[in-house]
Nanobody
């Protein structure tokens, strides 16, 4: 069925940049809020940033001023531009989206990507 497909992870040096992208693999009826979460090694998953359909954004304090979340509604794609990366940013990053697959859906469903590894190290 529908999957959230992520791309853009990798290994970068401190101070470097990465750009993540995520989009559903199949047709959907509607997308609401989208976001990025991350899970550092041995830690719980935490919010990084979210963006509503009207492009209202919210950021974790730890990434504010360094990361930028954006979306292209025509492509159902959400992006995360990560600048000035720090070793503490090392984590598996997960895409999230609230979806309705069909017009008959009575509520929004949370879908998650498979996760992409971001490693910041010299």
């Amino acid at each position: 069925q529908v999957q959230l497909v992520e791309s853009g992870g990798g290994l970068v040096q401190p101070g470097g940049s990465l750009r993540l992208a995520c989009a559903p693999s199949g047709r959907i009826f509607s997308i609401s809020t989208m976001g990025w979460y991350r899970q550092p090694p041995g830690n719980q998953r935490e919010l990084v940033a979210t963006i509503t359909s009207d492009r209202i954004t919210n950021y974790a304090d730890s990434v504010k001023g360094r990361f930028t979340i954006s979306r292209d509604n025509s492509k159902n794609t959400v992006y995360l531009q990560m600048n000035s990366l720090k070793p503490d940013d090392t984590a598996v990053y997960y895409c999230n989206a609230r979806l309705k697959l069909y017009a008959s859906d009575m509520r929004w469903y949370d879908y998650w990507g498979q996760g992409t590894q971001v490693t910041v190290s010299s």
